[in-house]
C-alpha cells in the first residue's frame, strides 16, 4: 500500500503508449500501452493477424509474436514482403533460388521481432517464451502478440470459461512484464462482413479486462477499424462509424489513406531472427 503521491515515484514507463504507427489510430485517439491488454476482434479472414504483424514489425519495440495459427513460413513470407515491397507472390518463388538469401537479409531489419511458434500453449507455456525472451533480451517484451485467444489452453470444463481464464491469464502478464499484450479473438459472425462489429459481438463477451477493443474488418483494398471498448481516448461500443487504412493486396501491409509513414513500404526497423530454413 503507498500513498496517491507517491504512486508517481515508480517507473513510469511500464504505463506509457507504444510508439504511433498509424496517423488514423492516432486520429481516432486510439493507442497500444504497456502494462495492458489490448484486444483486436473479427470475424475469420478479417484481418486481425494482417494488422497484428504489420504493427509489429513498424512498431520498432521489443516484441514476442506467438503464433498458434500461421506457420513459421507464412510468417516469414509476409514479413519479407512487408520488408521488401515484393508481393508475397514473388517471395514464395523466389525462395527457391537466390532470394532467400535477400529475403533472410530483409528480415534482419526486424530483430526486435521474435516468434514463438505454439499450436495449443497454456499458461506455463506462455511463461516459458516470455522468460527465454527475456533472457535472451535481458529486458522482457514491450509487446506480446497472441494469435489468437481461443487457440489457448486453459484447464476449463468449456470453451467460454476458458476463454474468461486465458483473458485473465494475459491481464496478469501485461502487468507483470509492463508488456502491451495484444489478443487477437473473433466475433460472433453477422451480416455486415465488411464493416467493424458492435462489441457484444465479441466471442465468450470476453470484454471486461482489455483496455482497448478493436473492432476489425476488411475489403479487397482497406481495412477498417473501430474502438469498441477505449480507456485512454475515445470509444464507440456499437461500431457506428469506423476508421479506414489502406491495405496493399500483394503485401498485405497496412498504410494511412493519406500516407504517413516516411519509410514507404519498408520500415527501418533496427534488429530478424526469422528462419527460412528448408
Given at each position: 500500500m503507498l500513498s496517491l503521491h507517491r504512486s508517481l515515484d515508480g517507473d513510469l514507463s511500464a504505463g506509457?503508449?507504444?510508439?504511433?504507427v498509424y496517423q488514423a489510430l492516432e486520429d481516432h485517439d486510439i493507442r497500444f500501452h504497456r502494462s495492458t491488454v489490448a484486444m483486436t476482434a473479427g470475424r475469420p479472414g478479417g484481418g486481425k493477424s494482417i494488422f497484428?504483424?504489420?504493427?509489429?514489425?513498424?512498431?520498432?519495440?521489443?516484441?514476442?509474436?506467438?503464433?498458434?495459427?500461421?506457420?513459421?513460413?507464412?510468417?516469414?513470407?509476409?514479413?519479407?514482403?512487408?520488408?521488401?515491397?515484393?508481393?508475397?507472390?514473388?517471395?514464395?518463388?523466389?525462395?527457391?533460388?537466390?532470394?532467400?538469401?535477400?529475403?533472410?537479409?530483409?528480415?534482419k531489419k526486424a530483430d526486435h521481432l521474435f516468434l514463438a511458434l505454439e499450436k495449443r500453449p497454456d499458461a506455463e507455456a506462455l511463461e516459458d517464451v516470455l522468460n527465454a525472451f527475456h533472457e535472451r533480451w535481458g529486458i522482457p517484451p514491450h509487446l506480446v502478440v497472441i494469435d489468437n485467444l481461443m487457440n489457448l489452453l486453459s484447464g476449463a470444463d468449456n470453451e467460454w470459461a476458458g476463454l474468461r481464464e486465458m483473458s485473465h491469464v494475459a491481464d496478469f502478464f501485461a502487468h507483470e512484464l509492463g508488456a502491451c499484450v495484444h489478443l487477437l479473438h473473433h466475433i460472433n459472425i453477422n451480416d455486415a462482413l465488411d464493416r467493424p462489429a458492435p462489441m457484444n459481438n465479441v466471442k465468450g463477451k470476453v470484454v471486461e479486462l482489455p483496455s482497448l477493443i478493436l473492432s476489425v474488418a476488411k475489403t479487397d483494398e482497406e481495412f477498417r477499424f473501430a474502438a469498441v471498448k477505449n480507456r485512454e481516448g475515445r470509444e464507440d461500443p456499437m461500431a457506428q462509424s469506423y476508421g479506414r487504412l489502406r491495405l496493399d493486396p500483394q503485401t498485405l501491409t497496412l498504410s494511412d489513406l493519406t500516407p504517413q509513414w516516411p519509410y514507404g513500404p519498408a520500415p527501418n526497423a533496427p534488429m530478424g531472427n526469422w528462419s527460412l530454413a528448408a
Open positions: 506509457e503508449a507504444l510508439p504511433t497484428a504483424l504489420d504493427h509489429a514489425i513498424k512498431a520498432e519495440v521489443p516484441t514476442l509474436y506467438v503464433s498458434c495459427d500461421m506457420s513459421r513460413f507464412q510468417l516469414a513470407t509476409r514479413a519479407a514482403s512487408a520488408l521488401t515491397g515484393d508481393p508475397i507472390s514473388v517471395v514464395k518463388e523466389n525462395l527457391n533460388g537466390t532470394g532467400r538469401e535477400k529475403y533472410r537479409a530483409a528480415l
